[in-house]
């Protein structure tokens, strides 16, 4: 379980594998100059706060690998922060390589 430390606030603690997420959303978005609001909630409370260029932030992991991401999550919650401006958690997409393709049935010869 990582954590999220948003100025000099109480730490917020969030699963690596998301952090990693909204850590590399979060930071795309400061690197294009955009400030935005976050929304995020543990089990002790719900924060929301306005990030921009000068917010001292820090992502703390406490596992010692890099989460692999998933590009359809990381599109979902830009076009979160895109829409309303306040970057929200979305679930987790299934990755489409994962998905299963239909296969069309074929009428039986007779």
Not at 51 to 68: I, V
Request: glycine share 4%.
């Amino acid at each position: 379980m990582g954590s999220f430390h948003y100025d000099r606030c109480a730490a917020i603690e969030i699963d690596d594998r998301t952090l990693a997420h909204l850590q590399a959303v979060i930071l795309d978005k400061l690197r294009r100059n955009e400030s935005f609001a976050f929304d995020v909630s543990d089990e002790k409370r719900w924060v929301s706060c306005w990030l921009n260029q000068r917010t001292a932030l820090e992502f703390r992991y406490t596992g010692n690998r890099r989460a692999a991401l998933n590009h359809e999550w990381l599109e979902l919650l830009a076009d979160e922060v895109g829409m309303h401006g306040v970057l929200r958690l979305v679930p987790e997409p299934v990755p489409a390589s994962v998905v299963m393709p239909r296969v069309a049935r074929v009428p039986a010869r007779v």
